[in-house]
């Protein structure tokens, strides 16, 4: 084989897999998408109070904290393919158990399983998705995977607003859904990664501190993204806009991130390193904030800037996600993976807090303020990791 033949062997993406990996995390998107409106709203129409439901669905969060860990070791006992395929399952007939519980406290248990079988999901998507893409198209790849998972949580909401929440019929189209998603993972299982059963997976902690430009760039865009959405709204109110316009903002936001994860993925596969790219981003969403209140009093101006800030504010997750897998391999980019979701899941915790006590303490600035901590934050992280490797280099 020539060196020409090499190359474009190592430049091939493998579809099969690759379609198999975006098609199940395409599930997750759907399935949080549908199911949280979903639910809250079933709690409600029973009498159950605002604490409960909002108790009930912290549950959630717990429980995707305590799946990251288990994750590779299931993945190296069963394989990839077939720990998907099992969570699958057991999302599945965890979704559809809501529809046939009674009592209010097996929503609890019922919820855990849901999110620990997406949770896994997650993370064995994602690494098969980074294991199955060449280096020099991974930014593009990860792009596709990303919009495909922006899409997937539009879509979700958007069924639960044709299906409504009675009847079986919201409950049996996602096991519609969620079968035909299992359909690809079966096919490719050949291909699926293999993780070797001899390595030593117990510090996948450890994994935060290793390429923590990347971990932490997930952090980040989970504080923004959970604590943003939640608390843009009350903003919005708050400087004026109705809640019609405010929730068309956060269209816009949700525009972005579909709309430029590509083109942005494949920038990142022209860089030499990624955080340059992750750097810039988190300079954009810094500069956004800043911008915000100048921009505030016109629309359209705003809806310019939240189109661009949302999207590249959103690859921090696609460009950290594509420099974690350009530093490790094999099970250690599962482990990563894990702890990857892991961070994500800890912004998730931290941006709704943060923000929420900054708007508290200095009104509707807060708001932009709090977003200001996390992207500065980082920014003096992933400049300090810069200057290490070119003092190193």
């Known amino acids: 084989m020539t060196a020409d033949s090499d190359t474009q062997a190592a430049e091939r993406v493998h579809w099969l897999p690759m379609i198999a990996a975006i098609s199940s995390i395409s599930v997750v998107g759907i399935a949080i998408g549908?199911?949280?409106p979903l639910l809250s709203v079933i709690l409600e129409t029973r009498g159950h109070s605002a604490t409960m439901i909002g108790l009930n669905t912290a549950v959630a969060g717990v429980a995707s904290i305590a799946a990251a860990p288990l994750a590779t070791p299931l993945a190296t006992r069963f394989g990839v393919a077939w720990t998907m395929l099992a969570m699958i399952a057991i999302g599945a007939l965890s979704f559809v158990g809501f529809h046939f519980a009674p009592a209010f406290w097996m929503w609890f248990p019922l919820r855990a399983m849901l999110h620990l079988a997406l949770t896994i999901l997650f993370i064995l998507s994602e690494f098969w998705i980074s294991t199955s893409a060449p280096p020099q198209r991974r930014g593009l790849v990860l792009g596709i995977y990303a919009t495909v998972l922006s899409l997937g949580f539009a879509a979700g909401p958007w069924l639960f607003a044709q299906l409504g929440s009675t009847g079986f019929m919201p409950f049996g189209v996602t096991i519609v859904l969620v079968t035909?998603?299992?359909?690809?993972?079966?096919?490719?299982?050949?291909?699926?990664?293999?993780?070797?059963?001899h390595e030593d997976h117990a510090g996948f902690i450890r994994y935060i501190w290793l390429v923590p430009t990347a971990t932490a760039a997930v952090l980040v865009f989970g504080a923004v993204e959970t604590g943003g959405f939640a608390l843009f709204p009350v903003y919005g109110n708050r400087i004026g806009y109705s809640e019609a316009d405010a929730a068309l903002l956060l269209t816009m936001i949700g525009l972005g991130n579909v709309l430029l994860q590509i083109p942005i993925g494949m920038i990142s596969d022209r860089v030499r390193d990624r955080?340059?790219?992750l750097l810039l981003c988190a300079a954009v969403g810094l500069l956004g904030t800043m911008f915000m209140p100048l921009f505030a009093q016109n629309w359209h101006l705003m809806a310019g800037l939240l189109f661009v800030w949302g999207g590249v504010v959103a690859a921090l997750y696609t460009v950290g996600l594509a420099h974690l897998g350009s530093q490790l391999s094999g099970h250690e980019l599962a482990s990563a993976n894990a702890a990857f979701v892991l961070c994500y899941g800890i912004g998730m915790v931290l941006g709704p807090q943060a923000i929420g006590i900054g708007m508290d303490l200095l009104g509707p600035a807060g708001f932009g303020w709090?977003?200001?901590?996390?992207?500065?934050?980082?920014?003096?992280?992933?400049i300090g990791r810069v200057i290490l490797k070119v003092s190193k280099g």
């Not at 035909?180 to 993972?185: D, E, G, M, R, Y």
């Not at 709090?370 to 992933?382: C, H, K, P, T």
Request: glycine content about 8%; aromatic content about 10%.
């Open 275 to 277: 955080r340059y790219i």
């Open 180 to 197: 035909l998603a299992a359909i690809p993972v079966l096919a490719a299982r050949n291909e699926s990664p293999v993780i070797s059963p």
């Open 34 to 36: 549908l199911g949280m």
């Open 370 to 382: 709090s977003l200001a901590l996390f992207f500065g934050g980082y920014m003096v992280l992933a």
